[in-house]
């Protein structure tokens, strides 16, 4: 009878045995490198608003006109030659 526990025990030894190495290798192994945070987060994108229709755009993508010293942003040559949505 102890011949039969003994032998389950070796059986489950050894079906435990390479997972229990593979954990216990887990921390000696190299660290994935974190991520730079230059990666991660997009370039800081300054958002303008529309004079005419009032969207929300990228200032890369803004069409700027300079009226009596002050700059108005389109999002779109149709809107800049519209001009600014009147209030
Ligand atoms: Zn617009």
């Known amino acids: 009878m102890l011949k039969y526990l003994l032998?389950?025990?070796a059986l489950i030894w050894l079906f435990y045995s390479p997972a229990?190495?593979?954990q216990l290798h887990k921390p000696s192994a190299p660290p994935s490198p974190p991520p730079t945070p230059e990666a991660k987060t997009p370039p800081v994108q300054v958002m303008?608003?529309?004079a005419h229709c009032g969207i929300h755009f990228p200032q890369s993508e803004a069409l700027t006109l300079t009226?009596?010293?002050q700059s108005q942003h389109y999002c779109c040559k149709?809107?800049?030659q519209t001009g600014p949505?009147?209030?």
């Open 85 to 87: 949505r009147s209030r």
């Open 67 to 69: 009226h009596n010293g």
């Open 78 to 80: 149709a809107h800049l």
């Open 7 to 9: 032998l389950a025990l």
């Open 20 to 22: 229990l190495r593979r």
């Open 48 to 50: 303008l608003t529309c």
